[in-house]
């Protein structure tokens, strides 16, 4: 036992990757950590000390990544985007009708994600009872330590809770691990349990950490991430799926205990709130987060960084300055700016917590996150995969320039055109792009890649690879073919995250860019949608006990969250009777989490939470009639089913399965509902 001990001990600070495939592992493994100078040897070391706590964090790359491509998140394609990969779809299609089961798709992913998350607690837990041993740090330093510690701990715990619901909160200190496997065989901890203990933690971990990170560490935790993690939590435990849904009552441990609450608690909705503005007050009175904006730009003739996309003329916001309006700031460049790499995740001001460039993959240098997916976004031109793409449905909620809905209806069948300038208010269009491509608000142009975009590939060698205007008809470089999946099933591109420089071919490159795991529009959109929620009123104290809220439904503390992100995005706010009418603003809402953080990996569970999926998920699949070459490019825009990207949705969908082995070597684990138990 003790020669094994030593092995793992060096393993562990050789940068290797223990193996733990259960909760019965997880305190296995803690029995290796008994031994008083071998602890010694590590935590009173400050390299070794720090090295550990790297580990610990690295159980947060690989397939705990959050926005990365299908191979690595699934979870990132929800209705709103597709990948063509794998026989022409084919692990879309069993991803998208819930096929991931044992001996499916994604095994991998629904498998390895939970002891990777495991280990990483099992190490943060030791980190955190051990790291006062330090001779080395100073007592802040040793603080500041275990809070990150302690952040990343809670940060697992919240990802296992979205993807497998309620989870087993393991001791945090003084089990006895000398006990047998069935003692330590733990259940399911009821979903508020674990929400509370994700919150509980990430209070503490915020009286540790510090506000903010130089340039070497930005990828480390602080006081804002860990209250914005435990923002998250209250919301979601706040929301329909876990706030009083009698559809999961057969969700139960082996004792028969119900784990997601049959009652509905409207209070929850307040301390979500309540959780989201102690991050806003804290961004205010410390200057510490804001929404990124980029300033008014003229007397320009690079493609690639127009002129300001100016909003058609309002009589209010065109004439004051962010966030009153947008008169002082460029919506386009603001919003593409957060997410293609333009910015350093020092620079961008919005950023709450961020992996970094999420490069490491079980050991493995190399690209699996944003990087990555930006390239399978590019076109084969470019270098790229040419495989991802946006769904007709997201295409569409993207709002006309001056706020509107849009409509294909009235949206004219003809393509922009010399002699047709005056009819759209951007002048960035090229020749030969649909109308109902024109006119849009500008996140639609920084996000989506539709036929006759431009891809400026800026950073290749020669001439002849830049500035392609890549159109998506049959028979095109970039259009569908047959026998080869590289090609976009809906025939709209993805143009998030992509940079005028990328390009990965004829030595280009692509710039590098950060995960926006969390960032500050999601914690102003959080507070506005639970205030919305509230019919009472509810008096709650700061995370820290410095303050009390009054807590209710009020129009002007909820504009105080969308307004904001409004007038960044150039488009109107919404007016005083949707912001008076709960369903008409959380209609509103909704849509606006869409758009605004489309291709973040926010989707998928927004649908879960809001138990909006068994309808938004099984919708069928739209795209454009990619059998049309450019001859038919009127009917190419035709809206027509895509027959093998298909998709259904069933209550098992909600959360992810338990392995087998799990299953097996815990005999208090439960399995999700849905899903076979393997007895």
Known sequence: MKTRKYILLGMVMAGLSLSVTSCTDYMDMQRYFKDQQSEDHIFENKDNTLQWLSYCY????????????????????????????????????????????????????????????????????????????????????ITDVKGQARFVRAYLYWLLLRKYGPVPIMPDAGADYTESYDNLSFPRSSYDECAEYIATQMAQAATELVEKRNNVNIARATKGAALAVRAKAYLFAASPLANGNTEMADFTDKTGRILISQTY????????????????????????????????????????????????????????????????????????????GELFASENPELIFTRGKNNNH????????????????LPGTAGGWNIHGVTMKQCDAYAMADGK?????????????????????????????????????????????????????????????????????????????????RWIPTGIGVMKFIHPKDCNTNEGKMEEKVDPAIRYADILLMYAEALNELTGTYQISSWDGATTYTIQRDMEEMRRGVKPVRM????????????????????????????????????????????????????????????????????????????????????????????????????????????EDYD
């Not at 837990?125 to 007592?139: A, E, F, G, M, R």
């Not at 007397?299 to 309006?325: L, R």
């Open 362 to 377: 079980n050991g493995e240098l190399k690209d699996m996150g944003v990087t990555d997916l930006a390239k399978h976004q």
């Open 265 to 340: 608690d409207e209070s929850k909705w307040a301390k979500a709130a309540a959780a989201a503005r102690d991050l806003i007050e804290l961004a205010e009175s410390r200057n510490l987060y804001r929404l990124y904006t980029s300033q008014v730009r003229t007397n320009t003739t690079d493609e690639a960084y127009p002129n300001t996309i100016t909003p058609p003329e309002h009589p209010v916001y065109s004439h004051q300055d962010f966030p009153d309006g947008w008169q002082n700031i460029d919506p386009f460049e603001s919003y593409r700016s957060v997410f293609n």
């Open 405 to 485: 809905p849009f409509d294909r209806a009235t949206c004219p069948k003809k393509f922009t055109a010399d002699d047709n300038k005056d009819e759209h208010p951007y002048d960035h269009l090229r020749n030969g792009v649909y109308f109902e491509y024109a006119n849009r608000e500008p996140r639609f142009y920084a996000s989506v890649a539709f036929s006759g975009s431009m891809w400026f590939c800026l950073s290749a060698k020669e001439d002849g690879y830049k500035n392609q205007q890549v159109f998506y008809y049959r028979g095109e470089s970039n259009g569908r073919t047959n026998g080869n999946e």
């Open 568 to 675: 960044r995005a150039g488009v109107p706010d919404y007016n005083d009777v949707v912001y008076n009418d709960p369903d008409a603003f959380r209609r509103q809402l909704k849509h606006e989490r869409q758009i605004e953080f489309f291709a973040e990996n926010q989707r998928f569970w927004d649908l879960r939470r809001w138990k909006d999926a068994p309808v938004d998920e099984a919708e069928q699949i739209y795209g454009c009639n990619t059998l049309m070459n450019k001859a038919h490019a009127i009917e190419f825009y035709t809206p027509v089913r895509v027959p093998y990207l298909q998709t259904s949705f069933s209550r098992k969908q909600y959360f992810w399965p338990i392995a087998y082995n799990e299953l097996k070597r815990n005999k208090n684990m439960t399995q999700a509902p849905g899903w």
């Open 58 to 141: 690295s159980a947060l790359q690989g397939d705990n990544l959050e926005i990365a491509h299908s191979d690595v998140c699934p979870t990132n394609y929800s209705d709103d985007m597709v990948f063509n990969e794998g026989n022409n779809g084919e692990r879309f299609r069993r991803f998208k009708l819930g096929e991931y089961g044992y001996g499916y798709a994604y095994q991998d992913y629904y498998t390895t994600s939970w002891p990777k998350s495991y280990e990483g607690i099992r190490q943060a837990s030791i980190l955190i009872q051990n790291v006062d041993k330090n001779k080395d740090l100073t007592p802040e330093e």
